[in-house]
């Protein structure tokens, strides 16, 4: 059965601060992995998919990265801002392709 | 419509009652997944549809919850006899088979 962990489980930065959030699963026989925001009371926002066969993804000031083999992510937040204050999480996918499974987030709050 | 939409939002339920969640997936996306998060957690795996076939059901807390996508499309996630435990946001995310999943907004349940 897949487990996902992620630290820290909350993190305060000032504004302008790189934010390193980490992610790591115990089953490596994944199909993707994907990092989610999720705002208080809201959905969940894909930000990034890294397919298995990938070592990194990015998408503005978000990189993430992946190490299948030792079971881990990071997601990179340059720069951050106030508005990046949420949830995040990670959710490997089984090979499978049939269920995501997800950490139980890290809750970041920016300081103006 | 441009996203995964659900209905209702919000759904206040007296014990012992029955509710009914809908979901409407993005169109033509194959796979459907109902997910279960309580307060301050991540997500947790409920059921995964694969066009109108329930491939997954290993989720479900119970025999109290029940999943149906008739014709591929709209699914709907109901709940017999509610408990207080019940009491939790459900998701629903659908993808277009193995790859990106796109959430909605989710329905707060709340069992009094």
């Known amino acids: 059965k897949q487990e996902v962990t992620q630290i820290p489980a909350a993190l305060s930065v000032p504004e302008g601060e790189n934010l390193v959030l980490n992610c790591s699963f115990t089953d490596s026989a994944i199909y993707n992995l994907q990092w989610f925001r999720q705002d208080p009371g809201k959905g969940l926002t894909s930000l990034l998919l890294i397919q298995s066969s990938q070592r990194e993804q990015t998408s503005g000031r978000l990189n993430a990265s992946l190490d299948k083999s030792s079971g881990r992510s990071t997601l990179y937040i340059a720069a951050s801002q106030p508005g990046d204050s949420a949830t995040y999480l990670c959710a490997p996918e089984g090979a499978a392709g049939n269920k995501l499974t997800f950490g139980g987030g890290t809750r970041v709050l920016v300081k103006p | 419509g441009a996203g995964v939409s659900q209905s209702p939002r919000y759904k206040v339920a007296k014990r012992g009652q029955d509710v009914a969640l809908r979901c409407d997936p993005i169109s033509g996306h194959v796979s459907l997944f109902w997910y279960q998060q309580a307060l301050g957690q991540g997500p947790e795996f409920l059921t995964y549809?694969?066009?109108?076939?329930?491939?997954?059901k290993s989720g479900l807390p119970s025999d109290r919850f029940f999943a149906e996508r008739p014709e591929g499309s709209v699914s709907t996630l109901k709940i017999q006899r509610t408990q207080q435990e019940d009491s939790a946001v459900y998701l629903c995310?659908?993808?277009?088979?193995?790859?990106?999943?796109?959430f909605g907004q989710g329905t707060r349940l709340t069992v009094v």
């Open positions: 549809f694969q066009n109108e076939a329930q491939l997954d």
């Open positions: 995310a659908s993808s277009l088979y193995k790859g990106e999943a796109f």
